[in-house]
């Protein structure tokens, strides 16, 4: 490692630890530590959203997916972009009007009983820590690259320094850390970009053609079928990322940050247009780290391709685009992480410890202590999950939160909406079914399960056949809403419905009082 690399790594760190110090002064309160007060305008939460989306499964994951298995890499890219029409249209206002400071505070503006408050708490903290496995990975295998230190120490460092960031900033320390690192991202792609299709003349057309020749695959690189020999499970995994956005926690609850669902929804058109640049940049950075850093070049670097951003950076720019792309991926995936990080320990502070256990009386001290102790026990469980997943790709760990998030908010958000007869035993059946449902498919698909000793994490046949469950496990959690809610109605009614409210105020953001007297 050269001294550029450290230089830029102590810049980027003390950058960020400046704007942990700043945020903490203004971080006094509960509610600054889980929403960042607010006060976030349109452009501001939308370069946060774009912070947050652009994590390093979208960076050096989708690189790298691109650079192995070409065409397939579209699989884990176009439904994740599109998934923001989902948020645009369906989930953005509606979240805001009922929201406060969780996933919890909206499903619970309808339906107001422990139980349903606890399930959704439990669910963002399983989402979220699973989101986390991803980002943890990528750490240790960019630090391995870089440092030469091994992976597990590498993980193990990261988590550590992510903390420090979470205990002190909170979502303001968070959000702007995001702020800034989705600019560096952006504007250090572009730059990549431009000097990668230097290299090809700039021939747009000409690159594809390039490819044809440039990997083992031959012409099938452009086509799919090399990593996805199923179609079925290209569909499922379509389909989870395509929804499953829509119900990651930390994204919704960037909907939280802002005043009003107005600057909620425009916040959506800016992470639209800028995550639409950036997936037309990776697209021919993949290409590009296929072609001129090579398969076997790649492979060596970590199996699931996530070094191949680096490695094109330092071919095409030398040691200070290396350092400086390595750099930025540091930030990238500290500032996603903790953003993560928020959410989950908000969750169990928030709506376990304050709502149900205090009944909402716990003191602003007692909050903050205890939304600090849970960042320091979620990262514990995630780092110590992490360690055994160096050889998958991050882009695909991520996507299986994203089926997670599919199969088991989703549901519940849309139904809590849009449909009057959904009750409580719905929501919590509908929850609870598409949670540790998702998780038992993964737990006997070819993830966990392979024939071949080493090949995966238990040597065997694989009982379920797709590696990504979502075409399963997305219309089940559907379905045990549905059939939680016929269970609910058949038992005697007691008060507990208020939908005329919830359309009102989903609307509008007033109650109905509110709006009659405007």
């Known amino acids: 490692m050269g001294i550029n690399v450290i230089i830029l ?6 950058g960020t630890l400046f704007i942990t110090y700043y945020a903490s002064k203004k971080t006094k309160t509960a509610g600054s530590f889980y929403t960042a007060g607010g006060g976030l305008t349109a452009r501001q939460n939308g370069l946060a959203l774009a912070g947050d989306f652009m994590s390093a499964s979208t960076f050096l994951g989708l690189i790298g997916a691109f650079s192995l298995t070409g065409y397939d890499g579209f699989f884990l890219m176009y439904p994740a972009l599109v998934s923001f029409l989902v948020i645009l249209f369906l989930v953005a206002e509606p979240l805001r009007n009922l929201g406060k400071y969780t996933l919890g505070d909206m499903v619970t503006a309808r339906y107001k009983f422990k139980q349903v408050r606890a399930v959704t708490a439990i669910n963002t903290i399983v989402i979220s820590i699973f989101y986390m496995l991803g980002q943890l990975v990528a750490a240790g295998a960019l630090f391995k690259l870089l440092l030469g230190i091994p992976f597990n120490v590498s993980v193990i460092i990261v988590g550590i320094g992510m ?45 594809f053609t390039d490819m044809k020749t440039a990997t083992p695959f031959g012409a099938d690189f452009l086509n799919p079928g090399v990593k996805y020999t199923s179609g079925w499970d290209a569909a499922s995994l379509t389909l989870g990322l395509l929804l499953g956005t829509a119900g990651l926690p930390h994204v919704l609850v960037r909907f939280l940050t802002v005043p009003n669902a107005q600057v909620a929804r425009k916040s959506v058109v800016w992470v639209m247009w800028i995550m639409g640049a950036f997936h037309v940049m990776v697209i021919f950075l993949g290409f590009g780290a296929a072609k001129l850093v090579g398969t076997d070049n790649i492979i060596e670097a970590n199996p699931a391709g996530n070094m191949a951003a680096p490695l094109l950076s330092q071919l095409v720019g030398g040691d200070l685009m290396f350092a400086f792309i390595s750099a930025v991926s540091f930030a990238t995936i500290l500032a996603v992480v903790a953003g993560i990080v928020v959410t989950g320990a908000t969750a169990f502070s928030h709506d376990l410890f304050n709502e149900i256990i205090k009944d909402g009386k716990a003191t602003e001290k007692q909050q903050m202590n205890m939304v600090r102790l849970a960042s320091i026990i979620i990262t514990i469980i995630s780092i110590t999950l992490s360690l055994s997943l160096q050889q998958f790709n991050v882009a695909f760990l991520a996507s299986l939160a994203f089926t997670l998030a599919a199969s088991s908010n989703l549901p ?78 058949r038992k005697k009614q007691i008060v507990e419905d208020n939908f005329s409210e919830i359309v009102v105020k989903s609307n509008t953001g007033s109650d109905v009082k509110g709006v009659v007297q405007h």
């Open 412 to 489: 519940v958000i849309l139904f809590t909406i849009y449909w009057r007869k959904f009750n409580k035993t719905g929501a919590i059946f509908g929850m609870l079914v598409g949670l540790f449902g998702t998780l038992l498919l993964v737990a006997f698909s070819p993830n966990v399960w392979n024939p071949i000793p080493g090949a995966a994490l238990i040597t065997g046949e694989p009982i379920f056949p797709l590696a990504s469950p979502g075409i399963i496990s997305i219309p089940l959690g559907f379905f045990a809403c549905y059939i939680g809610t016929l269970v609910g109605a």
């Open 163 to 207: 903390l420090a960031f979470v205990l002190f900033g909170g979502m303001t320390a968070t959000s702007w850390v995001q702020i800034i690192k989705a600019i560096l991202l952006v504007g250090g792609t572009f730059i990549l970009f431009v000097m990668v299709m230097w290299q090809f003349n700039f021939n747009f057309i000409g690159i």
């Open 9 to 14: 790594f102590a810049v980027m760190t003390l």
